[in-house]
């Protein structure tokens, strides 16, 4: 079994120059999360669908699970997700906490 990795989406940490390449798939992880399709101009696919904004909890949860496994394994192929969790704030935000391991022959 892979050694597995946790990341928990922060849309306020930016890392312009990961020291490493476990760094680097944490950043993209990271960057994927915070981006909306059609908001990339000339990549209008990447990132997710904006229909989870404003949905109750019992809703987006298994929607939101197939779309980061879907988006993350698409647009960062050397990670394969293992689980998707939901943290939600007082405030009523919501963050995912992925964890993800490498595929076979990814070195870090």
Same mark, same amino acid.
């Given at each position: ?6 990341? @928990? &989406?922060?849309? /306020?940490?930016?890392? *312009? #120059? ?5 760094? =680097? ?9 915070? @981006? &909306?399709?059609? /908001?990339?101009?000339? *990549? #209008? ?5 904006? =229909? ?57």
């Amino acid at each position: 079994m892979n050694e597995q990795y946790t990341l @928990t &989406y922060n849309p /306020s940490k930016i890392n *312009f #120059r990961p020291a490493n390449e476990l760094e =680097e798939i944490f950043q993209n992880i990271n960057t994927i999360l915070g @981006t &909306y399709k059609f /908001s990339v101009p000339l *990549f #209008r696919d990447f990132g997710f669908q904006a =229909e989870f904004i404003d949905r109750p909890m019992s809703i987006l949860h298994p929607l939101y699970v197939r779309e980061v496994v879907e988006t993350v394994e698409k647009y960062e192929p050397r990670v394969m997700v293992e689980e998707v969790k939901m943290t939600a704030e007082i405030d009523g935000t919501a963050y995912p906490i992925i964890i993800f391991s490498l595929k076979s022959g990814v070195k870090v």
